[in-house]
């Protein structure tokens, strides 16, 4: 499941948010215990960091609704989370990331690493390996060019 924004809404925007754990349940009662509802993308950056920053996502453990980040949400649930623009259609490469950690990185690499550093096992960054193979390849090109 693909989305922009309902994933990233507050539980109180009732036009746009939707509880992941609610799609499991309905997943679990369309096609049972053995359903193959695994993965949902939604935009992940620098910018866009909702899913890992903000509680936002409710959930119900035992009698008990508890405010959870959706990154912790989809950890407990197994369901893995794919990031759509981590670079943000390009316009992250502008903002250099200044950490000390990141300071040898070009800008895109930088901010490749922040969604792979992120501390939960349910991110996967889309196409991050093509990315780095591409920044790869353009420090080359641009080191050549100076040669």
Known sequence: MATWSCFRSQS?????????QEVVELANRAAGKKHHFQYIQIPYNFMM????T????????????????LLEVAEKLKINVM?????????????????????DLSPGAGHLQYIRSTPNSALISENFFFF???L???SLDRNQDIM
């Open 12 to 20: 109180n925007q009732h036009q746009s948010y939707v509880g992941l």
């Open 49 to 52: 960091s909702e899913a890992f």
């Open 83 to 103: 990031s759509s623009v981590p670079l943000s259609q390009g316009l992250m490469i502008q903002y250099p990331i200044s950490t000390k950690f990141l300071e």
């Open 54 to 69: 903000e509680e936002w996502q409710i959930y119900k453990d035992n009698n008990n609704y508890l405010n959870n980040t």
């Open 132 to 134: 780095i193979k591409f």
């Open 136 to 138: 790869k390849q353009l």
